[in-house]
């Protein structure tokens, strides 16, 4: 681990990096730092908790310079994200005016007021961010830094389109840092489309799916007693601290109060709620909640300490969000454990995850027994709750009534695309994905 002080930063940033602790760089800051202070375009494969927020401020701060205009566009999937690097840059010792955060879910005049203080720095989700630039609030013309963190996330909530329209409003003079958990093709696309002689940093060791120090369990179970195997792997397997992903907030809001009702402390963190409830949650988490029920759009970018356990009460589909889900159990080199709960029709999908990601995954058995009579998803009257993989008279599994997808029985029963709510619709004037901004 090299020394913050053998990077050639100059002497005040070194002083406050000392003052929050910061004394040897990680493995992400000592590769990527140098690189960047060279004005290098980089693509960086790093997992969150690895401390690469530092990674871009660093090297942003070292070559900032006095302007009018900022000089750095920070863009990321959602607000926590957006909160935590404000903290990290009110610890490297910059200033509330030079900073601005601009998310949905809060007052935009109160952002406005924020950009016209002229700050260096804007921190933002994609759909604000372009509500300000239309706006005529926010340019982004001239600015020196852009980086993409997270950028996996926003290709996965279907953000890659504004991620493309930002980018093509900036300077080609532009250093672009990207930083994203997982490498997908169309991240790759995207970099080379848009960035010059890119230099690609892959911190950890072996190849981007770092999950081998975890253990890989999963049960099948049918598709009402998923609470149930839930329930009993929570007395099999006494997690210390756990967090349990749903596909939708419907889902997660109705096994947070189920947990409840079982006597577990549980919270709940999804798009839905409040800011103010949202970081609330992740402030109870921190402190010592044994429970987070998440969406996966909700936690994506969330560095928290001391998970033991990830449980998938939904199975993604996607072998890249499965590996993202379950690193956060391994943090900093620790063991972890990963439990997915899964239906007959997902065989496929577990033998998909296991192919990609190279992992074994092992099935148990559990003692449902205790539980059989636990229903939380109740029936709507126009279909059974959680039916998989296809349409029941084309109502969606969560029993909700939703208009299953006609067009080859989606998942979960939406009339739409699974990204078409998230995505902007500019030839409409019309954008869909406000809530997650």
């Not at 004005?39 to 090297?59: E, H, N, Q, S």
């Not at 007395?235 to 947990?259: E, G, R, V």
Request: hydrophobic share 40%; glycine share 10%.
């Amino acid at each position: 681990m090299k020394p913050f002080s053998e990077m050639g930063l100059n002497p005040q940033l070194v002083e406050a990096l000392k003052r929050i602790n910061f004394i040897n760089a990680t493995d992400v800051q000592e590769q990527v730092i140098p690189v960047a202070m060279q004005g290098k375009d980089i693509v960086v494969r790093a997992k969150t908790g690895t401390g690469k927020t530092c990674a871009f401020l660093v090297p942003i701060k070292q070559m900032s310079r006095p302007s009018r205009e900022p000089e750095a566009l920070i863009i990321v999937p959602t607000r926590e994200l957006a909160l935590q690097i404000l903290e990290m840059t009110n610890r490297l010792g910059y200033g509330n005016r030079n900073v601005a955060v601009v998310y949905g879910g809060a007052s935009i005049n109160m952002q406005i007021q924020s950009l016209k203080r002229n700050p260096s720095i804007v921190i933002g989700t994609p759909g604000r961010i372009i509500d300000l630039m239309e706006r005529g609030e926010l340019r982004i013309e001239s600015i020196r830094f852009l980086v993409l963190d997270e950028a996996d996330t926003m290709l996965d909530i279907g953000f890659i389109d504004d991620i493309e329209f930002i980018l093509s409003k900036t300077p080609g003079s532009k250093q672009t840092l990207l930083f994203s958990a997982t490498m997908p093709d169309k991240i790759i696309q995207v970099a080379r489309r848009y960035m010059h002689d890119m230099q690609v940093i892959k911190v950890g060791t072996g190849d981007e799916l770092v999950v081998t120090k975890i253990k890989h369990l999963y049960v099948v179970s049918e598709g009402r007693q998923k609470f149930g195997a839930l329930l009993a792997y929570i007395k099999q397997y006494n997690p210390k601290k756990a967090i349990i992903f749903a596909q939708t907030q419907y889902a997660a809001s109705a096994i947070h109060d189920a947990l409840q009702q079982q006597g577990y402390e549980a919270i709940l963190l999804h798009g839905g709620l409040t800011q103010a409830r949202r970081e609330h949650s992740l402030r109870q988490f921190k402190g010592g909640a044994r429970f987070m029920i998440a969406t996966n759009v909700a936690a994506r970018g969330i560095d928290i300490l001391g998970v033991s356990d990830v449980i998938n009460f939904d199975l993604p589909e996607d072998p890249h969000i499965y590996v993202h889900r379950v690193g956060r159990s391994a943090r900093m080199d620790a063991d972890g454990r990963a439990f997915s709960i899964t239906v007959p029709q997902e065989r496929e999908i577990v033998k998909d995850i296991e192919y990609m990601a190279k992992i074994h995954l092992e099935r148990i058995s559990l003692n449902t027994a205790p539980y059989s009579n636990i229903q939380i998803f109740r029936r709507s009257g126009r279909g059974p709750d959680f039916r998989r993989g296809g349409q029941d008279q084309g109502r969606g599994h969560w029993g909700h009534g939703r208009q299953g997808d006609t067009r080859g029985g989606g998942r979960y029963g939406h009339s739409q695309p699974a990204d078409s709510r998230f995505r902007g619709d500019r030839s409409r004037g019309v954008r869909t994905h406000s809530k997650f901004r």
